[in-house]
């Protein structure tokens, strides 16, 4: 596969073209081997009012389409992405150290059908009428204006597409800030998004640390941010946009829970464990982390699960047979074999995996696990499994849900109504039964409790890109008291 052009031809987008940044130099490395694939700068606080400047200039217009016109620039970017997918993949593993036979699959083309379902959906979209006796009322659904969105580093360019899509098919505009790790996806997006024939102005990034998104957050000009982060940055952001009454989504962390009842399938439970903690090296905030086995399947699970990871092939993410790439940063690594440690000295019995060396941190199982340990509590974002066993159904829903977080949840067993039964009772926003991490657009994603609140995807997400406005009609002569 070829090496793609890594350096962009300037590290902001605003209006329909490259402009250079004015702030500080934003190195952006390749986490497989530390060197520096582009050299970014971040924009200027005077950028980013430019950037929602002109957002705001673009909008109405872009509104003003009709919505099927609006769908097919959406619908024609996709198309653009799927014949790319080759060169986008190998831009994104450069960007984020992940596989390519990852991001072949997962993340551009998970990109490409949010632009496409929402394309599609956008001539769909409909008002109501409410008939109120001789008189009668009608709502419209309108765009709320500039969308900031803010994205994390581990799947960068879906995370640019799933914001992007649903905010542009409303008729809004956005101003995008990529985490400072992964800048590259956004701009590709940027120039597809222009060579589909979406207008000048109506989708912008600007690159940048925390302080530019904190920036573009506190824009008066800004209507509505949606942030994947971590919670303590959702908790600031979103703080921040109450300020100015502005609309939220928060897609944010968790330490999801994966229930493994005696009669389940070993292997699709072990499977679906794997998918849950080791896929982008565990980078994944949706992770089912704390992996709860009935003490009946417990040994045989943990032993078959081991039995799998040995022979996961971890190297080069560049190359085909590679499954397993590094950890995005020193700082994320360093995190994560911290956590390590602690499991290692609150008493956890580490039985496959360990810190690793450099970028690079194997697979690691935890089993005699206790749910008060920190590696049970709290997110690590890395390739640590922490198992724990329990006896009876009410049980492991009490601890499941004894947990801050309420992201996702997973639920293997043979009986279904047991299945249903438990995903009914689990405090996430997303459930699986006898699967897990699988996201398709065409259902709803998102958080309870501190795992956020909105939902990307689907139908559920136009509710966050719009507002309500309800005329009532007059059919007849006024009553008036007096
Ligand atoms: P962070 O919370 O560190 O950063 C998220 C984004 O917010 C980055 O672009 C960051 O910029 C920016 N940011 C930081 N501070 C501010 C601020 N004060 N105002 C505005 N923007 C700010 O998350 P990570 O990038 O480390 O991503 C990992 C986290 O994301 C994990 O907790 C994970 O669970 C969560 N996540 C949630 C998902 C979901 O859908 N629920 C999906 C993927 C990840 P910069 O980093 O450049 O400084």
């Excluded at 490395?29 to 005077?46: P, R, Y």
């Excluded at 749910?371 to 709290?378: G, N, P, S, T, V």
């Excluded at 159904?393 to 309420?406: F, K, L, Q, T, W």
């Amino acid at each position: 596969m070829s090496q793609p052009v890594t350096q962009p031809q300037a590290s902001l987008y605003i209006g329909g073209r490259f402009v250079e940044g004015q702030g500080d130099v934003l190195p952006v490395m390749f986490a497989f081997d530390g060197s520096t694939i582009a050299t970014l700068h971040e924009a200027s606080a005077d950028q980013v009012g430019q950037a929602t400047e002109t957002a705001q200039a673009a909008q109405p217009a872009w509104a003003a389409l009709p919505p099927v016109e609006r769908g097919r620039v959406l619908q024609r970017a996709a198309a653009i992405i799927r014949e790319r997918n080759d060169e986008l993949s190998m831009l994104e593993t450069l960007d984020t150290g992940k596989p390519i036979q990852e991001t072949l699959v997962a993340d551009w083309e998970s990109g490409a059908a949010a632009l496409e379902y929402f394309g599609g959906l956008a001539a769909t979209l409909t008002g109501q009428t409410i008939p109120l006796g001789r008189d009668w009322a009608y709502t419209i659904r309108e765009p709320l204006g500039v969308c900031a969105g803010i994205g994390a580093w581990n799947y960068p360019s879906q995370i640019a597409c799933w914001k992007a899509a649903p905010a542009l098919i409303m008729g809004n505009s956005m101003v995008f800030k990529p985490s400072e790790e992964t800048p590259l996806g956004a701009l590709k997006l940027a120039e597809i998004l222009t060579e589909a024939g979406l207008p000048d102005g109506v989708f912008n990034v600007v690159q940048g640390r925390g302080a530019v998104g904190a920036a573009l957050v506190n824009d008066t000009r800004v209507a509505k941010v949606s942030l994947t982060g971590s919670v303590p940055t959702g908790q600031k952001v979103y703080a921040a946009a109450a300020e100015g009454m502005r609309h939220v989504t928060m897609e944010l962390g968790g330490k999801s829970p994966l229930i493994v009842f005696d009669d389940a399938n070993i292997e699709d439970a072990a499977g679906a464990a794997i998918l849950a903690n080791f896929y982008s090296s565990g980078q994944i905030c949706s992770n089912g982390t704390r992996v709860f086995l009935q003490e009946g399947i417990a040994q045989a699970f943990l032993d078959r699960l081991c039995e799998r990871i040995r022979n996961i092939r971890i190297g080069d993410p560049r190359d085909p047979d590679t499954q397993f790439g590094p950890i995005i940063s020193d700082a994320q690594a360093a995190k994560i074999r911290t956590a390590i440690a602690a499991g290692q000295s609150d008493g956890a019995r580490m039985v496959a995996g360990g810190p690793g060396e450099g970028a690079f941190v194997p697979p690691t199982v935890f089993a005699d696990a206790t749910d008060d340990m920190q590696i049970a509590r709290e997110e690590i974002f890395g390739p640590v499994l922490t198992a724990l066993t329990f006896r009876d159904e009410a049980e492991v829903i009490a601890r499941a849900n004894a947990s801050p977080y309420g992201l996702a949840a997973g639920v293997f067993t043979r009986d279904l109504a047991r299945g249903h039964r438990v995903a009914a009772r689990l405090e996430a926003g997303t459930c699986w039964i006898n699967a897990y991490n699988l996201t398709p657009v065409e259902m709803p994603f998102g958080g309870v409790k501190l795992s956020g609140v909105g939902r990307e995807n689907s139908a559920a997400a136009i509710e966050h890109y719009s507002q309500i406005k309800t005329v009532y009609v007059g059919m007849g002569d006024v009553d008036a008291p007096y």
